[in-house]
């Protein structure tokens, strides 16, 4: 079965960095768009960024680009997610999404369990 594991979350200052990782398994990792979301509570989800099975295209959300970077390892079927710069605002519960094609416009058929990032001083 699809499994998606995320890591890396935790407390950073303001200005600071952090980079999360997914684990994927149960399926073809190469063959499909990944994409990363988060979620405030009591707020919806936010899709944040997408890359192309191949690695060939991204999608940034206003709200990170310039700030985040997403990138795979097909060859180890890891997601991988950097953010810097972090702002309060981006203290959210971050998941890991398998879209439903090779292309991240296609939407999530599988998501994660979340890991959490905080911003704080």
């Known amino acids: 079965q699809v499994q998606l594991v995320e890591s890396g979350g935790g407390l950073a200052q303001p200005g600071g960095s952090l980079r999360l990782s997914c684990a994927a398994s149960?399926?073809?990792?190469?063959?499909?768009?990944m994409s990363w979301a988060r979620q405030a509570p009591g707020k919806g989800l936010e899709w944040v960024s997408g890359?192309?099975?191949?690695?060939?295209?991204?999608y940034y959300a206003d709200s990170v680009k310039g700030r985040f970077t997403i990138s795979r390892d097909n060859a180890k079927n890891t997601l991988y997610l950097q953010m810097n710069s972090l702002k309060h605002e981006d203290a959210e519960l971050y998941y890991c999404?398998?879209?439903?094609?090779?292309?991240?416009?296609?939407?999530?058929?599988?998501w994660g369990q979340g890991t959490q990032v905080t911003v704080s001083s």
């Open positions: 890359i192309y099975s191949d690695g060939s295209d991204t």
């Open positions: 149960g399926f073809t990792f190469s063959s499909y768009a």
């Open positions: 999404a398998k879209n439903g094609s090779t292309d991240w416009g296609v939407v999530f058929d599988y």
